[in-house]
């Protein structure tokens, strides 16, 4: 069972910059797909952005894509997301989390996240306007 480690949330001012990390131990991801996902206060968790196990391929949803940029690295067990141009309606819980499949497409997590049981504790990203 892999475990999860959300960090580099904070408070910043809208417009500011946040990178958040995402540390994996336990097993393994280097073969598989990582994405990134949020809740805010009263609303169901969303998928953000995935990256394919080597990091040749990205997904992102419409309202992110071109603030956001996620990337990882193997040798670190490590996922991280680029937040840039924060809004207020940015402000949430921000998770990560693996696809078991290995080698899967970039945008498998979008859809399969629904049904995961384990989620870390998250990270919480507080955008002021």
């Known amino acids: 069972q892999v475990q999860l480690v959300e960090s580099g949330g904070g408070l910043v001012q809208a417009g500011g910059s946040l990178r958040l990390s995402c540390s994996a131990s336990?097993?393994?991801?280097?073969?598989?797909?990582m994405g990134w996902f949020r809740r805010a206060p009263g609303k169901e968790r969303e998928f953000l952005a995935s990256?394919?196990?080597?990091?040749?391929?990205?997904y992102y949803i419409d309202l992110v894509k071109d603030r956001f940029t996620i990337s990882r690295d193997n040798d670190k067990n490590t996922l991280y997301l680029q937040m840039d141009s924060l809004k207020p309606e940015d402000t949430a819980v921000y998770y990560c989390?693996?696809?078991?499949?290995?080698?899967?497409?970039?945008?498998?997590?979008?859809?399969?996240?629904?049904?995961?049981?384990?989620w870390g504790q998250g990270t919480q990203v507080t955008v002021s306007s």
């Open positions: 989390n693996v696809d078991s499949l290995r080698f899967g497409p970039p945008d498998r997590l979008s859809y399969i996240y629904t049904s995961f049981d384990y």
């Open positions: 336990g097993r393994t991801i280097s073969n598989n797909a």
């Open positions: 990256i394919t196990w080597n990091g040749d391929k990205t």
